[in-house]
């Protein structure tokens, strides 16, 4: 079942030339495109299906800088101050607002090491507190539990996956760009090794730029060009409860359980971290460069089965651009959950949260999560096709970090200066050895 989701209507023709063409409508998409058309810049953008259909509405919504990965830090950072100042050039409720994220462990590893990434973003102006054991139990009241200590992140936040993705692209149109739902990019077309033009199922549109924030399509589209994206999609599937639940913090984080209070007053339940690994041809292409990731991870990570295989976002094939594409065959990913792990969701919710004990379940689903072998997305231009950005692989941390992310591709397209250096999410890195080392953040 699809997770809830704001639906807009798409621009009236499709548009036969472009300054930049944007493939994917999902936050990252949406907002690069965004940025772009603010720059005064003509933009297309377009979907195959719906916007914000797949991960981007099917998230907790957490938009932190908490335990980010140093190189993804700079993005979480920028992005806070970019969802207030989209809502406020919009006149839009996107849900966003700081409300602080609360984390609890009884895991001395676990604390000692929120202490030192904490220690390392104060150095980066960035505010985390380290709580004490006191501190953590008044803070995490409503679990009825002791705790040996956590974290708070004041200005962190959440926003609303139901409707972010959808009001930004509005933010397109009414900034002059365009948008395209029901209409799948089969390719580029080329000449002299440089972009001049997206062939879609509606007609080619002209264009010396192409950004792809295709999101769990993005490498088999690459595959198409002889460019190799190594990327691999985890099953996970989350739940959400009805409205009634009273004194439970706005955004919850411990190992057993994760909740987040939605718009409605209802709240979202996961699991951190856990996933079925579903078996795909891509998968099983890429499997060596995945393998730290998923050893480091075996403990929340559980055998999926075949549905993947027959969705077609992971596909090893060649399509041609003149027949319909796997893009149109499955416009939205939309997996059945798993039931076992929406009942454990449940149950260690309940368990953890007797507020919850009660309140009945409002809906189920799952999503793909693109991953890369070292959990940082790629921004970066092809080498092998001038005027073709691959923005992919955010690794489910896309949503909080898209306004970021979309504004960076703006000002590298435009040929600005950056506000982060964008060499550390080049795709060169993913061509070395799957067991070098990584940041430790």
Known sequence: MPAPLLTISSSDRLAKKADVVVIGGGIVGVCAAYFIARQGMKVALVEKGQIGAEQSSRNWGWCRQQNRDARELPLATKSLELWEEIMADLNEDLGFRRCGLLYLSNNPKELESWAKWGKFANEQGVISHTLTSEQANERGKATQQNWLGGVFSPSDGIAD???????????????????????????????????????????????????????????????????????????????????????????????????????????????????????????????????????????VLSPGGFQAWGAGHETLKKWALDKPSPMEKNRILDPRPSHRHIQKTLTRARQMLPELRDIPIQNAWASYIDSTPDGVPVIDQACNIQGFMIAAGFSGHGFGIGPGAGKLIAEMLAGKETFVEHKQYQLARLHKNAWGKVSEF
Not at 179 to 187: L, S
Not at 218 to 224: E, I, K, M, P, V
Not at 237 to 256: E, F, R, V, Y
């Open 161 to 299: 996956p139901s409707k972010a993705a959808p009001l930004i692209a509005k933010g397109v149109i009414k900034h002059g760009g365009s948008i395209h739902q029901g209409c799948a990019a089969r390719g580029i077309e080329t000449q002299a090794g440089k972009v001049t033009g997206v062939i879609t199922e509606q007609g080619v549109i002209a264009t010396q730029q192409v950004v792809l924030a295709g999101g769990a399509w993005a490498s088999s589209f690459c595959n198409q060009l002889d460019i190799r994206f190594p990327q691999s999609a985890v099953r996970s599937s989350i739940l959400s409860i009805m409205p009634g639940a009273k004194g439970l913090p706005d955004a919850l984080h411990t190992a057993a359980i994760s909740v987040t209070k939605r718009g409605d007053g209802g709240h979202t339940l996961a699991i951190s971290g856990s996933a079925n690994v579903d078996i795909t041809p891509q998968q099983l292409k890429f499997a060596g460069a995945f393998i730290p990731m998923f050893a480091k991870r075996w403990q």
